[in-house]
């Protein structure tokens, strides 16, 4: 099962300036179709 989340890049790019986040970078089950969202961060 595949899931897309639908991030609003006007968001994501503020709430990076806001905490200083130069570089955001997803990995490990979160980019395999056996992820459960509940799961850890």
Do not use: N, T
């Not at 899931?3 to 570089?23: D, M, N, S, T």
């Amino acid at each position: 099962m595949s899931v897309q989340i639908a991030i609003p890049k006007g968001e994501l790019a503020a709430f990076c300036q806001r905490h200083r986040i130069r570089r955001m970078a997803l990995f490990g089950s979160v980019l395999r179709d056996d992820c459960r969202c509940a799961g850890g961060v």
